[in-house]
């Protein structure tokens, strides 16, 4: 769907069957906790979470990573996270906000997102993601030029926040033409959807 439009997510809603809450991304760390009382839409953050079986929660995507979050006790997240908000601490925020609801083992997936092969990236920013994230997050374009990892980022938050990544899309938005929507590499203005809700 397009990016932070109402058409598009009342369309989510009706694929879902029951009202989606979305956010404006801003590639920072704010989460915003949904209750059971109705749908969050287009409030400003980058993570949501909810632990009622009511809200299905939706982040969208053009090679920034969507990362699904779930615990056994039933509180889910979903997480906007490029470099710059992996940088902030978007994942840690989320993972605490769950924690706050009572979370404890929590289990990770991640959806297509660019992959280091498409993703030259320049020296100092590269160094301020190595800096907060480790030196995993050093990759190489497919023409040798310093890129960063994304996936890798997205792992390192992770194991920092203490969440178990279960699950990985292991594809490239990039590079997947006709089948995935690429910011960088296409200019798409579509976006990607991953929609989290508690299993009832
Ligand atoms: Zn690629």
């Known amino acids: 769907m397009r990016p932070g439009r109402s058409a ?3 369309r989510l809603s009706a694929l879902a069957g029951r009202p989606v809450s979305w956010l404006r991304q801003v590639h920072g760390e704010t989460v915003v906790v949904v209750d059971g009382a109705g749908a969050v839409e287009g409030g400003e953050g980058d993570a949501l979470v909810t632990s009622s079986p009511d ?10 990573a969507p990362i699904a979050l779930a615990s ?4 889910v997240a979903a997480v906007h996270a490029g470099w710059s908000g992996l940088v902030a601490g978007v994942v840690d925020r989320a993972v605490d906000a769950m924690r706050d609801l009572g979370a404890s083992g929590i ?3 991640l959806g297509p997102c660019i992959h280091p092969g498409c993703y030259e990236f320049a020296a100092a920013d590269l160094d301020r993601a190595a800096a907060a994230l480790g030196p995993s997050v050093r990759g190489e374009t497919t023409a040798g030029a310093p890129a960063l990892d994304l996936p890798a980022g997205v792992r390192a938050a992770l194991a920092r926040a203490g969440a178990e990544l279960v699950w990985e899309a292991g594809t490239c938005t990039a590079c997947a033409a006709g089948t995935h929507y690429s910011h960088r590499a296409r200019r798409d203005p579509e976006r990607q959807a991953m929609l989290v809700w508690k299993h009832a």
Do not use: Q, R
């Not at 809200?55 to 920034?64: G, K, S």
């Not at 056994?72 to 509180?75: D, H, L, N, T, Y």
């Open 55 to 64: 809200a299905v929660l939706a982040v969208l995507v053009a090679d920034c």
């Open 107 to 109: 289990e990770a997936a």
């Open 8 to 10: 598009g997510a009342a």
């Open 72 to 75: 056994s006790e039933g509180v």
